[in-house]
């Protein structure tokens, strides 16, 4: 106080708000084996369940609608989520069905391990739930679930922002282990993490996981020198990845490096398997910028210690921005020669990088590779190649082979110029609504001047639209007889009217009309 006045200073102090603060557990009964999940409190309810030890082993969840995890109590707050499942304690060990709805706006954060929708999972099962938001933690930070011990995540979407200050991030799961699968799933979320960063599953420990039919779209970084590797589809791999694709940038600074998996390293002494990549494919642009000696940057696998890769290909361009180490290839960065490790109908694109891979050994006898042309690369006969290495019809022409699933899926855009106009958005495969004439007109629709019914459409289309005058045609009949049939146009007055037959003891006229279609 000074001359008698109180000078008061305020400054705005934001609280932390989480969703537990918020949860319902009403809904939860215990003596029911399905539950329905209709609010964001129920959902914050599920996760206190869980994260307080009841684990919903053999039960089964379904979410009835969208939820949107954002504040809701009128103030700028974020109000943080807390993952269904804080720790292997409590691990969720449940069936999620997302019934294909959209958990949108999460802000999931963790001050240790373990954030997204979901945290630590043990044999459970997520499906068909699409995630939007963030995921912040200092390890195993994912858009869907932190870790997956053995379990399936199947058909889901992450558009998450993925960050992890630590080891371990991706978009589905940061990690799997004992046997756990991933399938039908898509990420488009960019992911950052020290090592074992990816945009599927951070890290496989085991042979038996899995991850197939799944592709990333987000751009991946890995900033640690550590050597967990980081990729498109599996930073560390130990399983499996089938069918698989990446189009996202991806960024090592940190030992290995590579398109689909930064490193392939588990192999059994008895039968002599490996960790597998087959049947997929790398579109994006890898970059490494790691200057140790030993580190590898690869189109399709930054270092192939132990691996079996068959019916793959590579068109990303490969760069090492570092002059410290000689590892790398538009196929794998580093080759261990080794008999457990074999690489077959495999091609890449001419350009992509100035090599195949390096080899520990120079002897290639475990290797087969083809340096290809783009317009090789996009014909009819090296597609259907690949559909014959695959055993299924899995690939479709495009400028390089794709999934057929992805061309299926593809948004197309049909524009009509001419005397309509207007867009729609379908899917490729799907029919177009071709749009309606004005009355008394008729249209007609052609595409690079062939005739075109709208019953297909494969990419992007312009469709000329040519407008005309409709005919119509008035139909005389007398006695059940057709008389005669007289053309005319919307508009017409009169049409020239036939004679009517003579019929003995009857006299006849034609019935008014309009001539209005």
């Known amino acids: 106080i000074q001359d008698g006045t109180l000078t008061v200073s305020a400054e705005p102090v934001t609280r932390k708000k989480t969703w537990f603060s918020l949860a319902d557990t009403s809904w939860y009964s215990g003596d029911r084996a399905e539950y329905e999940i209709q609010s964001p409190e129920q959902l914050a309810g599920l996760a206190l369940l869980v994260n307080s030890g009841t684990d919903f082993s053999g039960v089964t969840l379904r979410l009835t609608q969208d939820i949107s995890l954002a504040n809701t109590d009128g103030t700028k707050a974020v109000r943080e989520w807390s993952a269904i499942g804080s720790g292997s304690a409590n691990a969720f060990k449940g069936i999620f069905d997302g019934n294909g709805h959209i ?95 990816a945009g599927i599953a951070g890290g496989s420990a085991q042979m038996t996981d899995q991850i197939s039919d799944c592709v990333n779209y987000g751009a991946i970084s890995g900033s640690s020198s550590l050597s967990g590797g980081t990729g498109g589809v599996a930073g560390l791999l130990g399983g499996k990845v089938i069918r698989c694709a990446n189009y996202g940038k991806v960024t090592g600074n940190g030992w290995y490096t590579g398109g689909l998996v930064g490193h392939s390293g588990s192999a059994d002494t008895n039968t002599l398997e490996t960790s597998v990549v087959r049947d997929s494919y790398n579109q994006g642009e890898i970059l490494s910028d790691n200057q140790t000696a030993s580190a590898a940057v690869g189109g399709l696998v930054g270092y192939a210690q132990y691996l079996n890769m068959d019916n793959c290909y590579n068109t990303g361009t490969v760069t090492l921005s570092s002059a410290g180490s000689s590892y790398k290839g538009s196929v794998a960065g580093r080759f261990y020669r080794s008999v457990y490790n074999r690489i077959d109908h495999t091609a890449v694109l001419s350009g992509s990088c100035d090599r195949v891979m390096d080899v520990d050994d120079s002897d290639l006898d475990y290797v087969q590779v083809n340096v290809l042309f783009a317009e090789e690369m996009g014909t009819a006969d090296y597609c259907a190649g690949m559909n014959n290495y695959a055993g299924d019809s899995v690939f479709t022409t495009d400028r390089f082979p794709v999934f057929l699933h992805l061309k299926q899926n593809q948004l197309c855009t049909v524009r009509f110029t001419g005397d309509l106009t207007g867009s729609q958005q379908v899917r490729a495969g799907d029919p177009v609504a071709l749009p309606q004439a004005p009355d008394g007109y008729t249209c007609s629709f052609t595409v690079n001047g062939i005739p075109w019914n709208g019953n297909t459409v494969t990419g992007d289309t312009t469709v000329v639209v040519t407008r005309s005058q409709a005919w119509y045609t008035v139909s005389f009949y007398a006695d059940g007889r057709l008389i005669s049939e007289q053309p005319y146009q919307k508009g017409s007055a009169s049409v020239e009217e036939p004679a009517i037959p003579q019929k003995a003891g009857y006299s006849a006229h034609w019935p008014a009309y309009s001539l209005n279609g």
Not at 175 to 196: E, L, Q, R
Request: aromatic fraction near 6%; include cysteine.
């Open 103 to 197: 958990v949108s706006e999460m802000t999931a954060v963790s001050g240790g391990s373990y954030s997204g929708l979901f945290g630590y999972c043990r044999g459970a099962v997520i499906r068909n739930v699409t995630v939007k938001g963030s995921s912040t933690a200092q390890g195993s930070a994912a858009g869907v679930a932190g870790h997956l011990n053995g379990g399936v995540v199947t058909g889901c979407t992450s558009r998450v922002q993925v960050n992890s200050t630590g080891q371990y991030a991706a978009g589905i799961a940061s990690g799997i282990s004992d046997g756990a699968t991933i399938s039908k799933c898509v990420n488009y979320g960019d992911i950052s993490g020290t090592s074992s960063v």
